[in-house]
């Protein structure tokens, strides 16, 4: 088999512009700069959000993603899912391309969020 550059290329090209690191969700939550630009979208099962989630993030599990009404279609939507090897952000970023939404998958999901040791939040639970 020969090495396709071109192919390549406009892979990796693809790969950039559809999906971003941990390191650089978290620096552009941190950054505080245009929050309106951007969404981020937790698509596990409710119970695992609500345990605790990425900051600010909304959970939009699957069976939701058609016509969410709290997506914004102005803003970049950021989907994370379990892990590395979870396509449920995939999943939800073809649904919601489709719909007109621009959409961005976080690599390495969840764990390596918290790996990572980055911030997170919880739902209060009610007393």
Not at 20 to 39: C, D, F, M, W
Not at 95 to 104: A, C, H, I, N, P
């Amino acid at each position: 088999m020969s090495y396709d550059f071109q192919r390549a290329e406009a892979f990796f090209r693809n790969r950039i512009d559809y999906t971003t690191g941990l390191h650089e969700l978290e620096v552009l939550i941190n950054s505080r700069k245009n929050p309106a630009s951007y969404q981020v979208v937790d698509v596990r099962y409710p119970a695992d959000y609500a345990e605790a989630h990425v900051p600010g993030a909304l959970n939009l599990p699957k069976g939701q993603w058609q016509q969410p009404r709290a997506l914004n279609r102005d803003a970049v939507v950021y989907l994370y899912c379990y892990n590395a090897t979870c396509h449920l952000a995939s999943e939800a970023a073809l649904v919601l391309s489709r719909q007109g939404f621009r959409v961005v998958e976080v690599e390495g999901g969840w764990d390596g969020w918290v790996r990572n040791g980055y911030a997170v939040e919880a739902v209060a639970k009610s007393a």
